[in-house]
């Protein structure tokens, strides 16, 4: 499991063990998110542990993607 999980797709794996659940709700350095309407952006410049709900025009803002296709994350 390589990218940020909702807490959606967290509640609905009850059978993790810790580790699983540390790396899922880890908030990491570096990620990068958009919003999709009006293009603003945002970086975590402070890491930890929780769950990170962006919102922006009132929809939930995407994590953005390198050329990989996976998000960016450190």
Same mark, same amino acid.
């Given at each position: 499991?390589?990218? @940020?999980?909702?807490?959606? =797709? *967290?509640? %609905?794996?009850?059978? #993790?063990? /810790? =580790? =699983? #659940? =540390?790396?899922?709700?880890? +908030? $990491? *350095?570096? @990620? %990068?998110?958009? &919003? $999709?309407? &009006?293009?603003? /952006? +945002?970086?975590? @410049? $402070?890491?930890?542990?929780? *769950? /990170?709900?962006? *919102? &922006?025009?009132?929809?939930?803002?995407?994590?953005? &993607?390198?050329?990989?296709?996976? %998000?960016?994350?450190?």
């Amino acid at each position: 499991m390589d990218e @940020t999980m909702d807490a959606s =797709e *967290v509640a %609905a794996m009850p059978d #993790w063990d /810790l =580790e =699983e #659940w =540390e790396h899922a709700l880890t +908030i $990491r *350095v570096g @990620t %990068a998110y958009a &919003c $999709r309407q &009006c293009g603003n /952006l +945002i970086m975590v @410049t $402070r890491g930890g542990v929780g *769950v /990170l709900d962006l *919102v &922006c025009c009132g929809k939930p803002m995407q994590p953005v &993607c390198t050329d990989s296709g996976k %998000a960016t994350s450190t």
